[in-house]
């Protein structure tokens, strides 16, 4: 038998969106004008210098990363880092020819805002969470359903709470992205080895010094998983941002669509798969060990 009751969930949501609207408004002003902050003025850096000197920047960058653990100029750095330097080279020359230079920078200024304060908010409560069963517990249905939401719905608060704009692409781009820092963080730290823990508290450990010294460093490759991670499902959100005003290639790929442009929205894609594999092979490597890199 099913029971006929109405149970009002949205309604409840809704007087909540509502009264935090009306009543915490100084609190997400002041949100706003700092992430905003931090968007302009990181698209204003990235657009300052001519497009020639930031490839080069951006190619050089891809080559240390890529090429991390071997000694530089060496044939393993070069075979390591030279194949991802010359992609970043010709595919940002692409866009800058196509003339999608200003929303690629906008696009990055956006991804790494978005990443920067997930993983300052994620990595904290990832080792709150290894150390805390019960926190954990909480934690992870939070994480869950975080994951498992449309990142659509995320849209809605967002423009009510920061208006139209980069800062309500941000947020929700935030709550999409959070999880797997605090995911990965948590499986790092709890998954290091039993007697090394044991080990270090024997030999006098503190527990401050046991988190710093020994199970954050031999969680890095897992934690910077998470960093990848990350960045990757915050360059996913870059299209459906642009709903809510957020500028970059997402904004070119919606007018697109909308004016069902198939030239516009084809080039704007092959710049955010561009993207994509310059973000994902520069932050890939930080998860690699030297260890790894060693016997390879």
């Not at 390591?80 to 595919?91: D, H, R, V, W």
């Not at 449309?150 to 208006?163: N, R, S």
């Not at 020994?214 to 990848?228: E, S």
Request: aromatic letters at 10%.
């Amino acid at each position: 038998m099913i029971l006929n009751i109405d149970i009002p969930l949205g309604n409840w949501v809704e007087s909540a969106v509502d009264w935090l609207s009306a009543n915490a408004s100084v609190f997400f002003d002041g949100i706003t004008i700092g992430v905003d902050s931090m968007v302009t003025s990181l698209q204003k850096v990235l657009l300052f210098p001519p497009p020639f000197v930031i490839i080069i920047l951006f190619a050089i960058l891809a080559y240390g990363m890529a090429s991390k653990g071997h000694k530089p100029f060496t044939k393993g750095a070069l075979k390591a880092g030279g194949g991802t330097a010359l992609f970043t080279i010709l595919g940002f020359l692409l866009l800058q020819v196509m003339g999608y230079w200003e929303e690629t920078m906008q696009s990055i200024a956006l991804i790494l805002v978005s990443a920067l304060i997930a993983l300052v908010i994620g990595i904290p409560l990832g080792v709150y969470a290894a150390r805390h069963d019960t926190a954990e517990k909480i934690i992870r249905p939070i994480l869950d359903f975080m994951q498992t939401l449309p990142p659509f719905v995320y849209l809605i608060p967002a423009i009510i709470f920061f208006q139209v704009g980069n800062v309500p692409g941000v947020i929700a781009t935030i709550v999409f992205s959070l999880p797997p820092a605090v995911r990965f963080t948590n499986l790092g730290i709890r998954n290091v080895q039993e007697d090394v823990v044991e080990a270090s508290k024997a030999f006098g450990c503190t527990k401050r010094q046991l988190l710093y010294k020994v199970q954050i460093p031999l969680a890095k490759p897992t934690i910077f998983a998470g960093v990848n991670q990350v960045i990757m499902l915050s360059l996913s959100m870059v299209v459906i941002a642009s709903m809510v005003g957020a500028a970059g290639l997402g904004q070119s790929v919606y007018k697109g669509i909308l004016k069902a442009d198939m030239a516009l929205g084809f080039e704007a894609g092959v710049g955010i798969v561009i993207l994509a594999i310059f973000l994902d092979r520069v932050t890939q490597s930080l998860s690699i060990s030297k260890k790894q890199v060693e016997e390879e």
